[in-house]
């Protein structure tokens, strides 16, 4: 049974920081292209950031780059999304999805995801 637990997300002021962690169990891990989405209600999901099973390659949408920051721990079967410079624009619920296609998993193709992280960010 695959599992992917998110954690590390709560209240925070603007121009803050967080890091949310997702640690994966069932699956190859380095087998599996990792990314981070997230959703406000009423909205589609958004595509947040990626990264190959090798962590060699990897992915920002233009809404967050240059502030957040993805990486693995292949070891550990962690992806973690160093978050900075928050603005309450990025306040939604935070989801680790795993696919083996780093090209399918931009289009929010996933194989798994998790239950999900509250960011909120007050201003």
């Known amino acids: 049974q695959v599992r992917l637990v998110e954690s590390g997300g709560g209240l925070v002021q603007a121009g803050g920081s967080l890091r949310l962690s997702c640690v994966a169990s069932g699956l190859t891990f380095r087998s599996y292209a990792m990314a981070w989405f997230r959703q406000t209600p009423g909205k589609e999901r958004e595509f947040v950031s990626r990264i190959s099973g090798s962590g060699g390659i990897s992915g920002y949408s233009d809404s967050v780059k240059g502030r957040f920051t993805i990486s693995r721990d292949n070891a550990k079967n962690t992806v973690s999304l160093q978050m900075d410079v928050l603005k309450p624009e990025d306040t939604a619920d935070y989801y680790c999805?795993?696919?083996?296609?780093?090209?399918?998993?931009?289009?929010?193709?996933?194989?798994?995801w998790g239950q999900g992280t509250l960011v909120s960010v007050s201003s």
């Open positions: 999805a795993a696919d083996r296609s780093y090209q399918h998993i931009l289009a929010g193709r996933a194989d798994y």
